[in-house]
């Protein structure tokens, strides 16, 4: 895909943060934008006219990625506006913050059914028309510095959710090279962006109940926020930026922050001195 221009543009999450900046990014080279999430108040916003906002024309789809029946209304949706999508952004995410210990499964259910489940049923309800239609398109899933690190105290879900995203990306990548659909593949892991991230809870059903986050948890949250998401973090147009151009130029990994590339080098090198080498098997 070489353009944005004409393109139908869904983006999960699209209401606030890297979603909403990229809408506007993706908006701005001349697609068609369609933005999911469940926040419908904050949907209303990103169109509203002022400053910032999306044109008119872009379509708003109250969707909990979650649940399968609401992404597959978003597909309806978007089909009946515009007849296509070419481009797919899997891009809500939320998080907990607790140790493992003290995550309780609603937790879990919570934090993998936005992020990974999410993702799954994205590529599920998208994936067959895209390839049905035969033209290039391309898939967007935002995992996180998290999936490539892994083992993240306080965040176990959340860790778990987005090494599960970019194995998923890595099989798609692998998948479309395989049956030759020009459907392209992009996972984003980014680092500290200066977004809503750290509130997320402010999204969670009431059915899973509230978190009972610890003391230590929420110091850690305060920390990340601080120091990382906040003012300090990229600002989430930095990110979307990335995120177009590898697009267009096909990219598989937009890593969008150097902050973590010690931690991802520290934690290959501790694989590669366990992996045996052939020499060693037969030894
Ligand atoms: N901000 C960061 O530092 C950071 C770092 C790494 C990865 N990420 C990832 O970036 C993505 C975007 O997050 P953000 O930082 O822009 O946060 P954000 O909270 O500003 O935006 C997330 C959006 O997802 C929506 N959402 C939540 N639950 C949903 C659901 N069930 N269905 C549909 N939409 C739902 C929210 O309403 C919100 O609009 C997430 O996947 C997040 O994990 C963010």
């Not at 200066?194 to 948890?217: I, K, S, Y």
Request: charged letters at 20%.
């Amino acid at each position: 895909m070489d353009t944005f221009e004409g393109k139908v543009v869904v983006v999960t999450g699209g209401a606030s943060g890297i979603g909403l900046a990229l809408a506007r990014a993706v908006a701005e080279r001349g697609a068609s934008v369609v933005i999911a999430d469940v926040e419908a108040e904050a949907l209303d916003a990103a169109v509203r006219p002022g400053p910032g906002a999306l044109p008119s024309a872009t379509l708003t789809v109250p969707t909990d990625v979650s649940d399968p029946v609401s992404v597959a209304a978003l597909r309806d949706a978007v089909l009946e506006r515009h007849g296509r999508v070419d481009v797919l952004c899997n891009n809500a995410g939320v998080s907990t913050f607790n140790l493992l210990a003290d995550q309780t499964l609603d937790d879990w259910r919570w934090v993998l059914g936005v992020n990974l489940w999410g993702v799954i049923h994205g590529i599920s309800t998208f994936l067959p028309v895209m390839r049905r239609q035969g033209s290039p398109g391309h898939i967007v899933n935002t995992a996180s510095v998290a999936g490539l690190v892994s083992g993240i105290a306080f965040l176990g879900p959340y860790a778990v959710s987005k090494v599960g995203v970019v194995s998923i990306s890595e099989t798609l990548r692998q998948e479309m090279a395989f049956t030759g659909d020009p459907i392209g593949v992009s996972v984003v892991c980014p680092s500290g962006t200066n977004t809503q991230v750290m509130e997320a809870e402010r999204n969670r059903p009431a059915a899973l109940g509230a978190e009972a986050r610890t003391p230590d948890a929420e110091r850690w949250r305060l920390g990340i926020k601080d120091g990382f998401t906040g003012p300090d973090g990229l600002e989430p147009e930095a990110v979307a930026d990335q995120i177009v151009d590898a697009v267009l130029a096909d990219r598989f990994w937009v890593i969008t922050h150097s902050d973590l590339t010690p931690a991802f080098e520290i934690r290959f090198a501790e694989i590669m001195a366990h992996a045996p080498r052939k020499q060693e098997d037969r030894a």
